[in-house]
């Protein structure tokens, strides 16, 4: 996932833990009033107005309402500092929350996609919907968008794998929406399946995105690697460094939106122990600055200038 460069707490652009987690309470405590007002709009004007697609949107928007509580869990604890039993940090919290959350898309999908079925199944049993549950979908329409595009911007500025995972929460309520309003048209005009198959569709959407979301999740808690172009650039600013002569054997593994590095640098091998502990200080402290890296463990090694005067003779 990759997140633009801001300015923030650090002169960097790295945002610290405690801000990104205010940043998330607020965005999150925003999507809770607006999801438990949709909820219980949703679901009343669907029961009236014998709208299953209408139903099936108010439920996935309780399920935002519970990832809601899980994205609040874990931005609470998320952004505790590191202790005796966590030395690294409590950053997998948020990791932790994207799985729960993507489990949790995966539950509401399959159920909703098998209450569809059940219904298609019997076709007859379909009632006319009333029009005002084409209002409320439009509204609910609206009011999901506005909510994933302002979530969205709020991740991308605390640069938080586990926001943006809430916001595209949001934005598959905005198509679950609009797909549910298709069917309510299609049923006002004489054709009642298609609200069930609305409902089919947002079923099969909700999983997919679950799908997603957990697999992700699950990589990052196996100790997944940074992108590679992220390496590259933790490379370079090591290579950088005044001292360092080469960097080798550097191992990255994601620690919720942070990183934790371990790398081999070659400082020449005439200087002092001491001379070569300060160039690891140095560019430790150079890669904490310039990139989201939670801890650097460096490994010093000698390096060995070339002896060109016995060299092999070029051919």
Partial sequence: MQFEDIDDDHE???VGQHARAAAATRSTWVSV???LLLTCTQIAVGLLSRSQGLVADGIHSLSDLLSDGVVLFASHHGSKDA??????GHQRFETAASL???VLLLAVGLGMFWSALVKLENPEAIARVHSAALWVAGIALVAKELLFRYMLAVAKRAKSSMLVANAWHARSDAASSLVVGLGIVGNLLGYPLLDPIAALVVGGMIVKMG???S??????LMDRAADDQEVQAIRQTLLQTPGVKNVHDVRTRKMGDMIVVDAHLEVDARITVEAGHSIAVEARARVLQRHRVLNLMTHVDPWQAPDLDHAPPVA
């Fill in 83 to 88: 202790d005796q039993d966590h030395p690294y």
């Fill in 211 to 213: 799908w997603g979301f």
């Fill in 12 to 14: 960097s652009g790295t």
């Fill in 33 to 35: 009033v607006v999801n």
């Fill in 215 to 220: 697999w992700d999740a699950l990589h990052d």
């Fill in 100 to 102: 729960v959350i993507g």
